[in-house]
């Protein structure tokens, strides 16, 4: 439901939710328009609350760990924005169930309309839409000209690989060290060790100079801290 962070002419209409990559995502369909927060509901009095707003329809990004709690970035900022005016999404676009993925890419189908909600005239240029975006990009860790680190939750790994998703600008670079259960780095695992990453994919492999784990160090939890310049890290899955 709208909150103190939507403006007043906000309501779910729908939504569009999928799991992925261990938690649900969801494309919350947002009619910008006024509803009465108190009273029997009737038809009538909906269309005068609904009067003076835009009618028009977006669809924003939320998240969920249990399909009950949910959360919206605070921005409120449109994930599928609606396209200029003349196009056939100017005035609503609605999104398909869930995205397909297509090589590195997420294609989102979505029913595109040039006027707004309950337009008297219908929809006579009303079309599908395909939004695309980059595997994993609906957020990122980012770091400017100033590097920024962070470190991994614990995680099984047994060989000294992790695949990444990173887009690096020029100048840039992505680099990792690998540390061990009491967070001290692994020998022969430094970001020294590491061969930097300046490129754009969403599966580099990012390795060491070191081909192997010590003896030892094969089993238990490790954790990842990577060091960032000018760069996106989207996604990251530990060997």
Not at 2 to 30: C, E, K, R, V
Not at 57 to 79: E, K
Request: aromatic content about 12%.
């Amino acid at each position: 439901m709208a909150d103190d962070n939507d403006p007043d002419a906000t309501q779910t209409y729908g939504i569009s939710a999928f799991p992925y990559q261990g938690l649900y995502l969801a494309l919350p369909w947002i009619h910008h328009a006024r509803w009465f927060k108190y009273g029997s509901y009737t038809d009538a009095r909906m269309y005068q609350v609904e009067r003076d707003g835009p009618w028009m329809m977006d669809a924003q990004l939320a998240w969920s760990w249990d399909l009950v709690n949910w959360t919206r970035p605070p921005a409120r900022a449109p994930f599928l924005p609606l396209g200029a005016e003349g196009e056939s999404d100017a005035g609503m676009a609605i999104p398909a169930k869930e995205p397909v993925q297509f090589g590195g890419r997420l294609l989102f189908f979505y029913g595109g309309f040039p006027g707004p909600h309950n337009q008297a005239a219908g929809f006579p240029k009303a079309a599908t839409g395909l939004a695309t975006l980059r595997l994993d990009g609906f957020c990122s860790l980012q770091a400017l000209a100033q590097e920024g680190w962070l470190i991994s939750r614990r995680e099984v790994m047994t060989k000294p690989r992790v695949t990444t998703n990173a887009a690096v600008k020029p100048g840039g670079y992505v680099v990792a060290e690998l540390l061990d259960s009491e967070n001290q780095v692994i020998a022969g695992f430094s970001r020294n060790d590491c061969v930097p990453f300046k490129g754009d994919s969403v599966r580099h492999v990012l390795t060491w100079q070191t081909a192997q784990l010590p003896s030892g160090q094969a089993e238990g939890d490790k954790q990842v801290r990577f060091f960032l310049k000018n760069a996106d890290l989207c996604s990251y899955l530990p060997e």
